[in-house]
């Protein structure tokens, strides 16, 4: 039983399926509707199912390869990346509304990229410019959604 819960793929598999598990029971309270007219319902229940499928698959790799991927003992979670990731996704909720897109991408990325182990802050600058103009072109301009570019717009 132990070295079930030391299989990495095997738990990511089993949390997929209980997400997927859970957006798709919740989706059932909504309608589903039809692929060209969808209902509030279609979308998590379509994601819930993918997800689980997802999570099939990826805990079948794990099962299967169990032992060429043997955890060795004595490592345990890397808790950096994992509290980094979380507060910078909650900072760009947080940011969002106050300082505009623009500002709480960077301070996403900008976490984000501590996080990695391997820290290339040219590359890291690179993929704020991009996403910053990918975002505003997509959700600013092209969607026309009504949230601020910059602090002061």
Known sequence: MNQYLKNKDLLAGL?????????????????????????????PRILG????????????????????????EGIGWT???????????????????????????IILIGLSGFAAHDKEYRSLAMIMVIMCLFCAAVFIWGLKLQMKLFPWS
């Open 15 to 43: 949390m997929f399926i209980a997400i997927g598990v859970i957006f798709t029971v919740g989706a059932y309270s909504y309608s589903m509707g039809t692929a060209a007219r969808m209902g509030p319902g279609y979308f």
């Open 49 to 72: 199912v993918l997800m689980a499928g997802l999570g099939v698959l990826i805990a079948g790799i794990g099962l299967k390869n169990q032992a060429k991927w043997a955890v060795t």
């Open 79 to 105: 808790w950096k990346p994992v509290v980094l990731l979380t507060v910078a996704v909650v900072l760009f909720g947080f940011a969002l509304p106050k300082l505009g897109m623009l500002a709480a991408i």
